[in-house]
Each structure stands twice: as structure tokens, then as C-alpha cells.
């Protein structure tokens, strides 16, 4: 739960320690699409647009739990997978090439 503060560098300190942690988190899901690129056998596997949509909608419902605006969150998401998706498309294909190569 979000402390009180009481001027505007409080709120800012509070906010960049809330970012370490964010960032953080976000190489370590980073870390888990990586991996995941081993197990998908095509692009459309990589985009997976059914996926997409079901991490959508867990995490609308997760942020109604907590407090959060769905949209900020539905936004937020969306660029997100859809900023992991390019990571992802390129590392697959930078395999692909490696396993083409090997055969």
C-alpha cells in the first residue's frame, strides 16, 4: 500500500524505488521470454494473439483486485508483450538460422 507523503520529493523518492523494482521485474520476465522462444515452433507461435488476449484479461482482473486502472494496466501490457513479442521474434529467428545451419 502506497505510503502518505507529505511533499512532492517524497512522492518522487517513493516513485523511483517503485521503478527499481519494476525494472527489475521486467528483466526477469525478459528472462522468461527468452527461454520461451526455444519452445515455439513458428512466428505464429511467437505472437500468439490468443495468449496476448488471456494475459489481458488475468491481468484486468488482477489489477481490479488490487486497486488499479484496468486501462492504464490493459495499455501498459500491451506495449509491453508487444515490446517482448519483437524481442522474442528476433531470438527465434536467430535460432532458427543456428538449427538450419547445424542440419
Known amino acids: ?3 502518505t507523503c507529505t511533499t512532492l520529493e517524497e512522492v518522487r523518492t517513493n516513485i523511483d524505488l ?3 523494482q519494476i525494472i527489475t521485474l521486467l528483466a526477469e520476465r525478459g528472462r522468461y ?5 526455444r519452445f515455439k515452433k513458428d512466428t505464429a507461435d ?3 494473439p490468443q495468449r496476448v488476449e ?3 484479461a488475468k491481468v484486468r482482473g488482477l ?3 488490487v486497486g488499479a486502472n484496468p486501462e492504464v494496466t490493459e495499455h501498459v501490457y500491451r506495449a ?3 515490446a ?3 524481442q522474442e521474434l528476433g531470438e527465434h529467428a536467430a535460432m532458427t538460422k543456428v538449427g538450419e545451419r547445424q542440419a
Request: aromatic letters at 4%.
Open 1 to 3: 500500500m502506497a505510503a
Open 18 to 20: 517503485l521503478d527499481k
Open 33 to 37: 521470454v527468452s527461454q520461451a522462444a
Open 46 to 48: 511467437v505472437k500468439a
Open 54 to 56: 488471456q494475459v489481458i
Open 63 to 65: 489489477s481490479e483486485t
Open 80 to 82: 509491453m508483450i508487444a
Open 84 to 86: 517482448f513479442i519483437q
